[in-house]
Protein backbone atom coordinates (compact mmCIF):
# COMPACT_ATOMS: atom_id res chain seq x y z
CA UNK A 1 0.00 0.00 0.00
CA UNK A 2 1.67 3.17 -0.80
CA UNK A 3 -0.67 5.70 0.19
CA UNK A 4 -0.64 9.95 0.40
CA UNK A 5 -4.29 10.10 1.78
CA UNK A 6 -7.10 8.04 3.56
CA UNK A 7 -9.87 9.44 5.31
CA UNK A 8 -13.20 9.24 6.62
CA UNK A 9 -15.31 12.46 7.69
CA UNK A 10 -18.40 14.06 8.94
CA UNK A 11 -22.03 13.99 8.37
CA UNK A 12 -23.31 14.95 4.49
CA UNK A 13 -26.35 16.55 5.75
CA UNK A 14 -26.55 19.98 5.01
CA UNK A 15 -29.57 22.30 3.44
CA UNK A 16 -29.47 25.73 2.24
CA UNK A 17 -28.43 27.03 -1.53
CA UNK A 18 -24.49 27.09 -2.54
CA UNK A 19 -22.90 30.24 -2.53
CA UNK A 20 -20.24 31.58 -5.00
CA UNK A 21 -18.21 34.97 -5.15
CA UNK A 22 -17.94 37.25 -8.27
CA UNK A 23 -14.05 38.58 -9.08
CA UNK A 24 -15.23 41.85 -6.67
CA UNK A 25 -16.02 39.58 -3.57
CA UNK A 26 -19.56 40.07 -4.31
CA UNK A 27 -21.25 37.11 -2.96
CA UNK A 28 -23.89 35.13 -5.43
CA UNK A 29 -26.73 32.83 -3.71
CA UNK A 30 -27.40 30.32 -6.16
CA UNK A 31 -30.45 28.27 -6.65
CA UNK A 32 -29.97 24.34 -5.00
CA UNK A 33 -31.26 23.06 -8.75
CA UNK A 34 -27.66 21.16 -9.38
CA UNK A 35 -29.23 21.89 -13.40
CA UNK A 36 -29.09 25.77 -12.81
CA UNK A 37 -25.03 25.21 -11.09
CA UNK A 38 -24.36 23.21 -14.37
CA UNK A 39 -25.80 25.82 -16.73
CA UNK A 40 -24.47 28.88 -14.53
CA UNK A 41 -20.69 27.14 -14.79
CA UNK A 42 -21.30 26.56 -18.75
CA UNK A 43 -22.46 29.81 -19.03
CA UNK A 44 -19.00 31.68 -17.72
CA UNK A 45 -20.34 32.18 -14.07
CA UNK A 46 -17.64 31.62 -11.36
CA UNK A 47 -17.56 28.01 -10.90
CA UNK A 48 -18.95 27.75 -7.14
CA UNK A 49 -16.95 24.38 -6.60
CA UNK A 50 -13.77 26.48 -6.79
CA UNK A 51 -14.46 28.22 -3.65
CA UNK A 52 -13.68 27.62 -0.02
CA UNK A 53 -17.25 25.63 0.58
CA UNK A 54 -18.08 23.02 3.89
CA UNK A 55 -18.75 19.40 3.23
CA UNK A 56 -22.46 19.87 2.94
CA UNK A 57 -22.18 22.44 0.43
CA UNK A 58 -19.57 21.03 -1.83
CA UNK A 59 -21.30 17.59 -1.32
CA UNK A 60 -24.65 18.71 -3.62
CA UNK A 61 -22.68 19.13 -6.41
CA UNK A 62 -21.63 15.68 -6.87
CA UNK A 63 -23.49 14.27 -9.54
CA UNK A 64 -24.34 11.27 -11.12
CA UNK A 65 -23.56 10.83 -14.52
CA UNK A 66 -21.76 9.51 -17.28
CA UNK A 67 -22.17 6.12 -16.05
CA UNK A 68 -19.79 7.41 -13.10
CA UNK A 69 -20.65 6.31 -9.30
CA UNK A 70 -20.18 10.58 -8.87
CA UNK A 71 -18.62 13.17 -11.09
CA UNK A 72 -17.36 16.38 -9.62
CA UNK A 73 -17.18 19.40 -12.75
CA UNK A 74 -13.62 21.84 -11.57
CA UNK A 75 -12.81 24.74 -13.28
CA UNK A 76 -9.76 22.76 -15.05
CA UNK A 77 -11.42 19.40 -15.50
CA UNK A 78 -13.54 16.35 -14.35
CA UNK A 79 -13.48 13.65 -11.63
CA UNK A 80 -14.88 10.92 -11.97
CA UNK A 81 -14.99 8.20 -9.08
CA UNK A 82 -16.46 4.28 -10.11
CA UNK A 83 -16.57 1.16 -7.95
CA UNK A 84 -14.37 -0.74 -10.64
CA UNK A 85 -11.71 -1.53 -12.51
CA UNK A 86 -9.41 -0.29 -9.73
CA UNK A 87 -6.23 0.44 -11.14
CA UNK A 88 -3.63 -2.34 -10.29
CA UNK A 89 -0.75 -0.36 -9.01
CA UNK A 90 -2.72 1.28 -6.49
CA UNK A 91 -4.31 -1.11 -4.75
CA UNK A 92 -5.92 -0.58 -1.50
CA UNK A 93 -6.87 -4.07 -1.04
CA UNK A 94 -10.35 -3.25 0.59
CA UNK A 95 -13.51 -4.06 -0.52
CA UNK A 96 -15.77 -1.64 -2.33
CA UNK A 97 -12.72 0.30 -3.33
CA UNK A 98 -13.25 3.62 -5.35
CA UNK A 99 -11.03 4.67 -8.30
CA UNK A 100 -10.81 7.87 -9.21
CA UNK A 101 -9.74 9.64 -12.70
CA UNK A 102 -9.45 13.16 -14.25
CA UNK A 103 -10.28 14.58 -17.50
CA UNK A 104 -8.56 17.56 -18.25
CA UNK A 105 -10.32 20.55 -20.14
CA UNK A 106 -7.39 22.72 -20.23
CA UNK A 107 -3.42 22.49 -20.88
CA UNK A 108 -1.89 20.17 -23.26
CA UNK A 109 -3.67 17.37 -22.08
CA UNK A 110 -6.88 18.46 -22.80
CA UNK A 111 -9.43 15.45 -23.23
CA UNK A 112 -7.10 12.74 -21.77
CA UNK A 113 -8.44 10.85 -18.56
CA UNK A 114 -5.79 9.69 -16.02
CA UNK A 115 -6.69 7.39 -13.39
CA UNK A 116 -4.68 9.19 -10.04
CA UNK A 117 -5.79 7.05 -6.63
CA UNK A 118 -8.14 4.69 -5.29
CA UNK A 119 -9.68 5.17 -1.88
CA UNK A 120 -11.28 2.32 0.19
CA UNK A 121 -13.24 2.00 3.76
CA UNK A 122 -11.38 -0.33 6.18
CA UNK A 123 -13.13 -2.61 8.52
CA UNK A 124 -12.05 0.04 11.59
CA UNK A 125 -13.70 2.45 9.67
CA UNK A 126 -10.81 4.48 8.79
CA UNK A 127 -10.99 5.74 4.62
CA UNK A 128 -7.52 4.19 3.14
CA UNK A 129 -6.18 5.78 0.17
CA UNK A 130 -3.46 5.35 -2.97
CA UNK A 131 -3.28 8.57 -4.30
CA UNK A 132 -0.19 9.45 -7.15
CA UNK A 133 0.69 12.77 -8.87
CA UNK A 134 -0.54 12.06 -12.46
CA UNK A 135 1.32 13.96 -15.35
CA UNK A 136 0.16 17.43 -16.29
CA UNK A 137 -0.34 17.82 -13.36
CA UNK A 138 1.16 20.57 -10.46
CA UNK A 139 1.61 19.97 -6.94
CA UNK A 140 -0.80 22.27 -6.20
CA UNK A 141 -3.29 20.46 -8.56
CA UNK A 142 -2.58 17.12 -6.96
CA UNK A 143 -3.64 18.38 -3.99
CA UNK A 144 -6.80 19.76 -4.76
CA UNK A 145 -7.80 16.33 -6.62
CA UNK A 146 -6.62 14.67 -3.45
CA UNK A 147 -8.98 16.53 -1.07
CA UNK A 148 -11.84 16.20 -4.03
CA UNK A 149 -11.55 12.35 -4.00
CA UNK A 150 -11.59 12.05 -0.13
CA UNK A 151 -15.15 14.87 -0.07
CA UNK A 152 -16.41 12.24 -2.77
CA UNK A 153 -15.44 8.95 -1.28
CA UNK A 154 -16.73 10.39 2.52
CA UNK A 155 -19.79 11.52 0.43
CA UNK A 156 -20.60 7.57 -0.84
CA UNK A 157 -19.50 5.86 1.87
CA UNK A 158 -21.78 7.71 4.74
CA UNK A 159 -24.43 7.90 2.30
CA UNK A 160 -24.63 4.31 2.09
CA UNK A 161 -24.65 3.81 5.94
CA UNK A 162 -21.33 3.04 6.52
CA UNK A 163 -19.30 4.32 9.95
CA UNK A 164 -16.19 6.39 9.70
CA UNK A 165 -14.23 7.09 12.05
CA UNK A 166 -11.22 9.02 10.67
CA UNK A 167 -8.39 8.94 7.98
CA UNK A 168 -5.89 6.34 7.66
CA UNK A 169 -2.75 7.89 5.60
CA UNK A 170 0.61 6.14 4.72
CA UNK A 171 3.02 8.45 3.16
CA UNK A 172 5.71 6.78 1.49
CA UNK A 173 9.02 6.92 -0.46
CA UNK A 174 8.10 5.17 -4.07
CA UNK A 175 9.68 5.71 -7.21
CA UNK A 176 6.82 4.56 -9.57
CA UNK A 177 4.58 6.50 -7.43
CA UNK A 178 6.95 9.89 -7.15
CA UNK A 179 8.94 9.68 -10.28
CA UNK A 180 8.80 13.22 -10.50
CA UNK A 181 9.39 14.77 -7.13
CA UNK A 182 12.47 14.79 -4.73
CA UNK A 183 13.60 11.67 -3.41
CA UNK A 184 10.95 10.53 -5.04
CA UNK A 185 8.75 11.22 -1.77
CA UNK A 186 4.75 11.65 -1.29
CA UNK A 187 4.37 15.64 -1.32
CA UNK A 188 2.98 14.85 2.04
CA UNK A 189 5.76 12.75 3.28
CA UNK A 190 8.08 16.11 2.56
CA UNK A 191 5.87 18.44 4.28
CA UNK A 192 5.86 16.14 7.58
CA UNK A 193 9.75 15.94 7.24
CA UNK A 194 10.44 19.51 7.32
CA UNK A 195 7.51 20.59 9.25
CA UNK A 196 9.12 17.61 11.78
CA UNK A 197 12.67 20.15 11.71
CA UNK A 198 10.58 22.51 13.62
CA UNK A 199 7.98 20.75 16.20
CA UNK A 200 6.76 17.70 17.42
CA UNK A 201 5.39 14.52 15.47
CA UNK A 202 1.95 15.55 16.30
CA UNK A 203 1.77 18.85 15.14
CA UNK A 204 3.78 18.25 11.85
CA UNK A 205 1.24 15.58 10.68
CA UNK A 206 -0.92 18.69 10.72
CA UNK A 207 1.52 20.65 8.37
CA UNK A 208 0.71 17.87 5.22
CA UNK A 209 -2.33 17.82 2.64
CA UNK A 210 -3.66 15.18 4.71
CA UNK A 211 -3.39 16.77 7.53
CA UNK A 212 -4.92 20.08 7.02
CA UNK A 213 -7.33 18.14 5.03
CA UNK A 214 -8.22 16.19 7.83
CA UNK A 215 -8.17 18.97 10.59
CA UNK A 216 -10.68 20.85 8.18
CA UNK A 217 -13.16 17.85 8.53
CA UNK A 218 -12.81 17.87 12.22
CA UNK A 219 -10.33 15.08 12.07
CA UNK A 220 -8.42 17.42 14.63
CA UNK A 221 -6.32 14.21 17.07
CA UNK A 222 -3.11 12.30 15.58
CA UNK A 223 -4.14 8.84 17.00
CA UNK A 224 -1.13 6.89 15.71
CA UNK A 225 2.29 7.29 14.18
CA UNK A 226 4.39 4.73 12.59
CA UNK A 227 7.45 4.88 11.28
CA UNK A 228 8.71 2.16 8.51
CA UNK A 229 12.24 1.73 7.34
CA UNK A 230 13.58 -0.13 4.31
CA UNK A 231 15.88 -2.30 6.54
CA UNK A 232 13.65 -3.49 8.68
CA UNK A 233 9.59 -3.11 6.59
CA UNK A 234 11.41 -2.95 2.89
CA UNK A 235 10.27 0.86 2.23
CA UNK A 236 10.86 4.24 4.06
CA UNK A 237 7.30 6.24 5.42
CA UNK A 238 5.20 7.24 8.09
CA UNK A 239 1.82 5.86 8.95
CA UNK A 240 -0.40 8.55 10.42
CA UNK A 241 -4.14 8.15 11.52
CA UNK A 242 -6.16 11.10 12.25
CA UNK A 243 -9.75 11.00 14.57
CA UNK A 244 -11.46 12.04 16.90
Do not use: C
Amino acid sequence: MHSDGTITVGSPEGTGNWKSYSSEGEEIIISSNKHVIEDYVRLGGDNPINKKLSFSEKSKLFLKKDNALLTYVRDDGIIYMHRAPSNKDLPTGLADELTFSFKYKTGNNTNSKDVFGTIGLSDEGYLVGNLKKTTGMNNQQIKRVSEDALDMSLHHYTQNGNEVKGIKALWVKNSDLYPNLPDNKSINLIRFENALEKMDKTEAAFETVTGSYSKSRDFKRVLEIKKFTELEDGFYGYEIIFGK
